[in-house]
């Protein structure tokens, strides 16, 4: 077995690594770096699948192992940030909330995995990254790496206006925000593909560049605004074209 069968592999285990030394920071009340830990984790799973097609190395195990990692860092250690964190909550509701979060990531990772198989079968391709169905840019319901890494992105956020403005409002509202993330992953709301975003075709090369300078220089201003800013938007965006879609589909009242 060649060197380059291994490194989808790699980053399947960096991610789950990252997952679990996030939990790890969660027990140790280190709650911004457990985020910060899930957003890199984010990170490396966007390269698995590229790097998985690019060395010619697709199979159904690392199809697996990508997402048994997923499911240990986007769904069971978001799930614990929020059941560590918030403790003015009742206990039974912030733990079954968290509970529910990580049955509805099993439950996204399962499907996904089914489907990726049906096209497999279909169209004679192995990905790990392969989009539901037929469906090349899209996504049933939120991707469980988004979901947990809203989370984690409001985790920073609360961190940040905790240390400005001495103030855990975020906390408030992060159990609903749990839930609503959790219904979302198994809801048949389509999302668009993370990649389309970063595409210069998508939006053209001038704005393209424009777009990503001004990200570039906002995250380094305030990483942790931009952070959570950009979680939320994709967060919100499949919503957005529902919305959109029934809008436009809408047949007019006969007069």
Same mark, same amino acid.
């Given at each position: 077995? +060649?060197?380059?069968d291994?490194l989808p592999?790699?980053?399947?285990f960096g991610?789950m690594?990252c997952?679990?030394a996030s939990?790890?920071c969660?027990?140790g009340?280190?709650?911004e ?5 899930i957003?890199?984790a984010?990170?490396? %799973? ?12 697709t199979? +159904?195990f690392?199809?697996?192992? %990508?997402?048994?990692a %997923? ?12 059941g560590?964190i ?9 733990w ?7 049955? @509805?990531?099993?439950?996204?990772l ?8 049906? @096209?497999? &079968? ?9 989009? %539901?169905? &037929? ?10 790496t988004?979901?947990g890494?809203?989370?984690?992105s409001?985790?920073?956020l609360? &961190?940040?206006l905790?240390?400005r403005?001495?103030?855990d ?5 992060l159990?609903?925000?749990a839930?609503?993330l959790?219904?979302?992953?198994? @809801? +048949?709301?389509?999302?668009?593909? &993370?990649?389309?975003?970063?595409t210069? +075709? ?19 201003? @305030? ?7 950009a979680f939320c ?5 499949g ?16 007069t």
């Open positions: 077995m +060649k060197v380059r291994f592999a790699l980053i399947s991610n690594g997952g679990f939990m790890i969660v027990f009340q280190r709650f770096y457990a985020g910060w830990l957003i890199l984010t990170v490396l %799973d966007a390269f698995d699948g590229k790097v998985a097609r690019i060395s010619n190395s199979s +159904k690392g199809s697996q192992l %990508d997402s048994l %997923d499911l240990v860092t986007f769904g069971i250690a978001p799930a614990i940030m929020v560590r918030c403790t003015e909550i009742s206990p039974i509701i912030v079954g909330v968290s509970f529910f979060f990580v049955i @509805c990531a099993a439950v996204r399962a499907r996904f995995s089914c489907e990726s198989q049906t @096209c497999t &079968a279909l169209f004679g391709t192995e990905s790990a990254s392969q989009p %539901d169905g &037929a469906h090349h840019q899209t996504f049933t319901g939120l991707p469980t988004s979901a890494g809203a989370i984690a409001l985790l920073i609360n &961190a940040y905790h240390t403005f001495e103030t409002v975020v906390l408030i509202f159990p609903a925000s839930f609503v959790a219904i979302l992953m198994i @809801c +048949k709301v389509r999302y668009t593909h &993370a990649k389309v975003f970063f210069a +075709k998508q939006h053209g090369t001038i704005p393209f560049l424009l777009e990503v300078v001004s990200a570039t220089i906002f995250f380094v201003l @305030c990483p942790q605004i931009t952070v959570s800013a938007f994709y967060t919100i965006s919503l957005l074209g529902l919305l959109k879609g029934k809008v436009f589909t809408r047949q007019p009242n006969p």
